[in-house]
Each structure stands twice: as structure tokens, then as C-alpha cells.
């Protein structure tokens, strides 16, 4: 399985971080290429799906898999079609505290099954997406504004 991972540290407190984290629609603001993106509760409320729409059009579906508030984590799988050549897929994102000061680390996960040919070029690629996702999440919770605002 092939993993893709970013992380940093926020200068925001532990529990803002993860209140922003935690909604699941609020990756539409980070995501570099999201145009919308819209929470349903198609099927089980238990497991919302999120429909992420990118400027190209290009749809993606995403299924909540695991919400726990206590150990800050977040997990979705895709739901809509796969991207070519990939098998599966997991997203996690995990929002914890920093003990020295009143920070938090917040690192994110994506794990996936592909095509060895295309193994290095896709982490590349979602490590690359992470990297800018996870900073506009640090930026946002430290009140520097949405991507949309800069």
C-alpha cells in the first residue's frame, strides 16, 4: 500500500484545529482545486458523503468512515469512481496537542493501492496536495483567512 503524508504544526490551540478539521465539508476550502464542496447524508447519517467538485469539473465523492472527537481523527474512503489506476483509498487526518505552548500538531494521511508504474508520480502528487491542505487549515485556524482570501 502506498502513503502519501504531510504535517505541521499549528499556533492555534488543540481543540480549534480539530473543530475545523472535524467538519467534513470544510475540506472544499483547502483543497487546491476545489471549486464546492457539500456534505449529503445519502444512505447512512452516519456516514455522510461529500461531494468535492474541482475547477476542471472533475467530481469526488467521498465517504466518512471514522469521526472520533476523542482522539481527534477523521477518516474518509472515495466513494465515486477511483482515479485511473488506483484500487482504494483512505484519508485520515489527526489533530493533537503540542505541549510546549498551546499549539497543535496536525498531520494527514492518504493511503492507496495503484499501479506500480504510477506508484511515485500519484504520492508525489497527493503529498504535494497535503502539503498546500494542511497549510491552508494552519492558515485559516490562525485566523490568516480561507485560500479563497489570500
Known amino acids: 500500500m502506498a502513503r ?3 504535517s505541521t504544526v499549528v499556533n492555534q490551540n488543540v481543540d480549534d484545529v480539530w473543530n475545523l478539521v472535524r467538519t467534513f465539508d470544510a475540506v472544499g476550502r483547502w483543497i487546491p482545486g476545489a471549486k464546492s464542496c457539500v456534505t449529503t447524508t445519502t444512505g447512512s447519517p ?8 474541482l475547477t476542471d469539473d472533475t467530481v469526488v465523492d467521498e465517504t466518512l468512515v471514522t469521526l472520533d472527537d476523542v482522539r481527534r481523527v477523521i477518516r474518509y474512503q472515495f466513494t465515486s469512481s477511483l482515479p485511473r489506476g488506483m ?5 485520515t487526518a489527526h489533530v493533537r496537542p503540542v505541549t ?9 494521511i492518504s493511503e492507496f493501492d495503484c499501479d506500480a508504474t504510477i506508484e511515485t508520480a500519484i504520492v508525489r502528487n497527493i503529498g504535494t496536495t497535503l502539503t498546500k491542505l494542511i497549510a491552508a487549515v494552519a492558515a485559516e485556524a490562525e485566523g490568516l483567512g480561507t485560500r479563497d482570501d489570500r
Open 4 to 6: 502519501a503524508y504531510a
Open 100 to 108: 510546549d505552548g498551546d499549539r497543535a500538531f496536525l498531520e494527514w
Open 87 to 91: 484500487r482504494s483509498f483512505l484519508g
Open 46 to 53: 452516519a456516514q455522510p458523503i461529500r461531494r468535492i467538485i
